[in-house]
């Protein structure tokens, strides 16, 4: 009977000990007009036929889960076609619950990757819209603004270069912060790669 008890004991601390290991994303759409599309989980590098999942849609919502004792940044995505309406939206399968809305603005949250990985996302497109604004109004305006436009544009991208070099010290040695690191390294200071790289 003790060897019972002690075999189920051991059993249920494995079972617990995988479930810890696990991600869950639970997706919602706002309507269930997507009803019978899938869902697709494609891993950011390296995709394969074997290593892409996929789940049906059903009343608006799909639900992912698997190991994730090596964390990863992933891609949720829909057919081409619906890519118009719906956002990609990058993840990683991090312990935990994901919280995940498709949408034409698409968010992630519930685990501290998935929250960081959120407020880069963020500013990257404040940045993007940031950028995108400053190089209109410097190719429309006349050479006395122009200079001082261009003057701005450099105080903006050492501000974002900043915010990503201080993202990646913050995040160090996990999967977003290698991502991040990969995507926005190329603007950094000779110092601060080196800094990083000693971390």
């Given amino acids: 009977m003790q060897k ?23 997706g919602q759409l706002t309507d269930k007009s997507y009803d019978g ?28 889960e698997g190991d994730a004792s ?16 719906l956002q990609e939206l ?3 399968t991090e ?7 498709i949408d034409s603005i698409s968010v992630a949250k519930g685990t501290p990757q998935n929250d960081a990985l959120q407020k880069w996302k963020e500013r990257k497109k404040n940045a993007d819209f940031t950028y995108a604004y400053l190089n209109q109004q410097i190719s429309e305006a006349d050479e006395s603004k122009k200079a001082k436009l261009k003057l701005l544009q450099v105080k903006f ?8 070099y201080n993202f990646v010290k913050e995040n160090k040695n996990t999967a977003v912060g290698k991502f991040v ?11 601060q790669k080196k800094e990083i790289d000693s971390l």
């Fill in 70 to 85: 090596e964390s990863g940044i992933h891609i949720l995505r829909t057919r081409p076609l619906l890519r118009l309406e």
């Fill in 157 to 164: 991208d050492k501000e974002y270069s900043d915010f990503n």
């Fill in 181 to 191: 690191y990969k995507m926005t390294g190329f603007s950094f200071t000779p110092e």
């Fill in 37 to 64: 599309e899938y869902m697709y989980l494609v891993p950011i590098e390296g995709a394969t036929a074997e290593t892409v999942d996929s789940v049906l849609i059903m009343d608006g919502a799909f639900r992912f």
């Fill in 4 to 26: 019972f008890f002690c075999f189920f004991a051991f059993i249920l601390m494995l079972s617990c000990s995988s479930i810890e290991n696990n991600y869950v994303i639970e």
């Fill in 95 to 101: 312990p935990g619950q994901i919280d995940v809305v």
């Fill in 90 to 92: 990058l993840v990683v």
